[in-house]
Every structure is written in C-alpha cells, then in structure tokens.
C-alpha cells in the first residue's frame, strides 16, 4: 500500500512561503495540487491509515480524533490568514494526488463560486446559556448514584425539590430561548449569512449551563469586531442568560451548500 | 494580502468538532469517511461523551468514598 491523500481545503493560490514549515495529520509537511487558478491543501497519509476502516477506528477514539481534528483546523486556519480559502469536512481522503487534481477539474465551477462566496469572510461563532439556580445537574446525578440507598422521606424531599428545580428550568429555558431568537434577529443583520450548529451537550462543553442556542455567523473580516462587540453587548444587557462567543473562525460552517447544514 | 489572521489560542475541542463534522464542503473522497456525516457526528460524540462521562463518574465515585 501506498500513502494516501488527505485534502484539508481548496484555495486561491499563495505564496508558498506563507505555509512553509506548515505540517497537517501526523506531522506530514503539506504540499499543494494546482488546477488552473485553485490549489488543494494536501498532506501525505501514511499507507496504515489509508484504508476506510484504519482511519475510521482512529477517529472513534476520542485522543485520536482531537490530534487529527487540531492538525486538520491548523492547516486550514494557516491557509485562511492567507489565501480565500474553502475547508474540507474532516478526513477528506483520496488515494492519489492525481485524484485530488480530478476533484479540482470536477468541481471546479463549485469551488469557485463557493471561494467567492466566502472571499474575505470570516464566521463568528455565538453560543447562548441558560443558567440554572441550584445544582439541578448536579442532585440529579447524586441521586441517582445513590438511588434506593436513602430513606424514604430524603426520596420524598429529593422528589419534591426535583419538581420545583424542573418547573424553574422550563421558564428559564423558554425565557432564555426567547432571549436567544431576538438576539440572533439583531446578529443575523450584522452578517451576511448565518447557520445554526446544534446545541451543546452539558457534558461536552466546559461552559458552565444548558446551551440553549448556537450558531455561527459569516461576516466580512472586517465586521467580525463589530459582532463581537454587539453580541457582547447584547448578553450583558440580559441578565438571564450568558454569552459565549468564539473564532473568528475560517469559514467552516458556510462552506457547503447555500441551504446549508 | 491578509483577510483574517484567527486567534492562536487554543478552541475548544467542541466548538471545533461543531465545524469540522457538521461543516466544511463535503465530498465524496476514495475514502468515504467525509460523507458519511450523520454518522461521524453521531460516532464521534458518543465516543466523547462516554470517554467524559467515565471522567466525570469515576472523579464523583473517588469523592464519595
């Protein structure tokens, strides 16, 4: 077996000195494939991951898919400081550089139309909290933990509290969702598009609260301050609910099709 | 010719995973891995998911003892 080709974006083309020394998964250097005025942003994948099965069971490990999803972000934020850029969905992976070069003649009308599109733009990403009075989260799983080993009156009290902390999480979550439609409203105005990601898992996000709104919005790069400070603004003039604001990010979430994800 | 120079911080592994599964062009490579979206999104996080929550559990389980 032979190495394979990982594509991390297709680009407008750049002085390759701009990404010298730049290196994507495993650490292989990358290198450009060039059809008429694009390039593929390319690096080398080592024959034992060059099979569907070998690069899937690296992604389903957690350590695996971090490395491999850091490299892949690298590579594409390195190229976007530099070049209009159009990022592939994660392991992308061909076999030849040859056949790189066919998905570039293919699709070449897409691609630029898409690196148009998104020419000078940037996605600004903003994530929206609710946060919960009381340990809600945290008596649940006590409680579960230490389901049936308690007396029946310490039941009787978790039962009822669990009552009371869950009617006062459904208005604060239709209060905040609520918060959350009329600030993307004024957001979206500021952008030239928007996408909506789905909601964070409490679990995966070290952000204190229940995501109840996240997005992503495609601005000028000159904007992306300008947003910024607007949403900013926004989450501190409501108290019931909290802002997380991340990127500027290339732009990930706008580069499929225009109905989006 | 620089439109946007991005943020050398760190992202968090969450936000970055929102994009990079979800977004990004999708397109059908030799290997397929990068179609198959629903799926990667779905695997992925499961693996997450459980790989935090034993974290989290087996932190709570030394706690209470």
Sequence with gaps: ?261 | MSPAAFPAREVALVDLLDRLLAGGIVLAGDITLAIADIDMVQISLRALITSLDRTTRSGAAERDQ
């Design chain 1, 1 to 261: 077996m032979s190495t394979a080709s990982y594509t991390y974006a297709v680009a407008r083309p750049f002085n390759p000195t701009q990404a010298a020394g730049l290196v994507g998964v495993d650490g292989a250097a990358i290198h450009l494939v060039r059809h008429q005025d694009l390039v593929a942003v390319v690096s080398p994948l080592a024959p034992a991951d060059a099979d569907e099965t070998a690069l899937r069971a690296r992604l389903e490990t957690l350590a695996e898919l971090e490395v491999i999803a850091r490299a892949h972000h690298r590579v594409v934020a390195a190229v976007a400081a530099c070049t209009p850029t159009l990022p592939f969905r994660l392991a992308t992976v061909h076999r030849t550089d040859d056949r790189v070069a066919q998905l570039l003649r293919r699709e070449y009308r897409r691609f630029r139309e898409t690196l148009d599109r998104l020419a000078g733009r940037v996605e600004v990403g903003v994530k929206i909290y609710v946060q919960h009075a009381g340990a809600y989260a945290g008596a649940m799983a006590a409680a579960e933990k230490t389901g049936g080993s308690g007396s029946a009156r310490a039941g009787r009290d978790y039962l009822r509290n669990r009552r009371e902390q869950r009617d006062r999480r459904q208005h604060a979550w239709r209060r905040a969702t609520t918060a959350a439609e009329e600030m993307d409203a004024v957001l979206a105005e500021l952008a030239v598009d928007r996408r909506q990601h789905r909601t964070q898992s409490a679990e995966l996000s070290a952000a204190p609260g229940e995501n109840v709104f996240n997005a992503a919005y495609l601005v000028d790069a000159g904007r992306a301050e300008e947003l910024t400070a607007r949403a900013q603004r926004l989450g501190a003039e409501n108290p019931h609910v909290t802002l997380e604001i991340t990127g500027p990010w290339p732009p990930y979430s706008f580069a499929g099709s225009e109905e989006g994800t």
